[in-house]
């Protein structure tokens, strides 16, 4: 479980900071300033973060209304290990992802924001369940969505399998699905910059190789197994 060593996680976050701050990637950030502050004093790798911020001053390709001019991104990401790190062991003991999107006409706010929004989940119980239920998954929705259109319908169902995401991960995703190549030419600066590259490696060997050995037939971990991570298979 070296992957999993405190010391290389605290340097990894030191050097994402000022990757992101260099490149000039749009948003509020700042809490992981504090992370880097208050991770000195933990045992483990352990995190709640509540404010992390993205801003994307453009429409974003698909989005209806067509004509919302500004996004932000609010990501809120808690990531807590095991004290006892087993490799055939989930290794996470708390795990929240939301993604909640604010999309404006204007960037002011004073506008109307329609609001879109994702949560990954860490279900660890896939039996007792009425749905097929992977123990890591994707859900479109949440209570910011109970409000809508009333030609619109948003169901909870189905739930995507994916892999869980630390904070390096989760800036990775957004940063891929949410902003424009064309338009901010710091994704492809990040994408291609060999220290973001090993950052990221890590942070795969800590949580996506243990989850995509499941699909391994030999694999031996006791919690990503098949029918957890992805029980619409039938072997």
Same mark, same amino acid.
């Given at each position: 479980?070296?992957?999993?060593?405190?010391?290389?996680?605290?340097?990894?976050? &030191?050097?994402?900071?000022?990757?992101?701050?260099?490149?000039? @990637?749009?948003?509020?950030?700042?809490?992981?300033?504090?992370?880097? &502050?208050?991770?000195?004093?933990?045992?483990? *790798?352990?995190?709640?973060?509540?404010? *992390?911020?993205?801003?994307?001053?453009?429409?974003?390709?698909?989005?209806?209304?067509?004509?919302?001019?500004?996004?932000?991104?609010?990501?809120?990401?808690?990531?807590?290990?095991? #004290?006892? !790190?087993? @490799?055939?062991?989930?290794?996470?003991?708390?795990?929240?992802?939301?993604?909640?999107?604010? &999309?404006?006409?204007?960037?002011? &706010? =004073?506008?109307?924001?329609?609001?879109?929004?994702?949560?990954?989940?860490?279900?660890?119980?896939?039996?007792? @369940?009425?749905?097929?239920?992977?123990?890591?998954?994707?859900?479109?929705?949440?209570?910011?969505?109970?409000? *809508?259109?009333?030609?619109?319908?948003? !169901?909870?169902?189905?739930?995507?399998?994916?892999?869980?995401?630390?904070?390096? !991960?989760?800036?990775? %995703?957004? $940063?891929?699905?949410?902003?424009? #190549?064309?338009?901010?030419?710091?994704?492809?600066?990040?994408?291609?910059?060999?220290?973001?590259?090993?950052?990221?490696?890590?942070?795969?060997?800590? $949580?996506?190789?243990?989850? %995509?050995?499941?699909?391994?037939?030999?694999?031996?971990?006791?919690?990503? =197994?098949?029918?957890? !991570?992805?029980? $619409?298979?039938?072997?």
């Amino acid at each position: 479980m070296d992957s999993w060593n405190l010391r290389t996680f605290r340097n990894d976050l &030191s050097i994402f900071i000022k990757l992101i701050r260099d490149k000039g @990637v749009t948003g509020d950030f700042s809490d992981l300033d504090t992370l880097l &502050s208050e991770i000195e004093n933990k045992d483990l *790798i352990e995190y709640n973060l509540e404010n *992390i911020m993205f801003h994307i001053n453009g429409r974003i390709k698909g989005t209806i209304p067509n004509d919302l001019n500004y996004c932000a991104i609010h990501l809120n990401h808690m990531l807590m290990s095991n #004290k006892t !790190l087993k @490799v055939n062991l989930d290794p996470l003991h708390k795990y929240v992802f939301d993604i909640l999107i604010s &999309s404006f006409k204007k960037k002011t &706010s =004073t506008e109307k924001a329609y609001c879109s929004s994702w949560h990954h989940d860490r279900h660890p119980d896939t039996n007792n @369940v009425k749905y097929t239920h992977p123990t890591f998954h994707f859900q479109f929705g949440g209570r910011k969505m109970e409000l *809508i259109d009333d030609e619109m319908s948003v !169901l909870s169902c189905p739930r995507l399998p994916h892999p869980p995401m630390d904070i390096f !991960l989760g800036f990775h %995703f957004i $940063l891929s699905n949410y902003y424009s #190549k064309k338009q901010y030419s710091f994704v492809n600066s990040l994408l291609l910059d060999y220290d973001y590259q090993q950052i990221i490696k890590r942070a795969q060997e800590r $949580l996506w190789s243990p989850y %995509f050995k499941a699909f391994d037939s030999t694999n031996t971990h006791q919690d990503f =197994t098949m029918n957890n !991570l992805f029980p $619409l298979y039938i072997g």
